[in-house]
């Protein structure tokens, strides 16, 4: 029998870091913590772990983008700037009807091919 688990879809994820040492936390990863100098790895990612970054988060910016880069069938796109509850801060779209800064959303991280290229893993923010 052979065994296909290893072939298996995985759901898209984007990792944020924590230094061991002192705790603190960052996305995207620093190569130095700012807070104890501890240097990262970024081949084994020693003294450092990930943790998935999705969940709850508050809008505190956001635009409308009409001139959308070749390849993308949209005639426009909302990006927003959130900030998770655990104090963190990232980019992506935007896909509410009427966006209000402090709203309340949800994050989640799709795979997108829309742009040439590889796809990449992307924010997709909702109420």
Known sequence: MIDFSMYDQKEPKIEAYKCLKCGAIYYPAPMVCSSCDTRRDPVTGKGWETFDLEGPCTLLSWTRLWN?????????????????????RASGQLEVDDPKTGMALHSTVVES??????????FVFTQ
């Not at 091919?113 to 992307?122: F, L």
């Open 68 to 88: 959308l880069p070749e390849g993308y069938s949209k005639k426009n796109m909302l990006f927003g700037i959130v900030e998770f509850e655990n104090g963190l």
């Open 113 to 122: 091919d829309e742009r040439p290229g590889d796809p990449v893993n992307v």
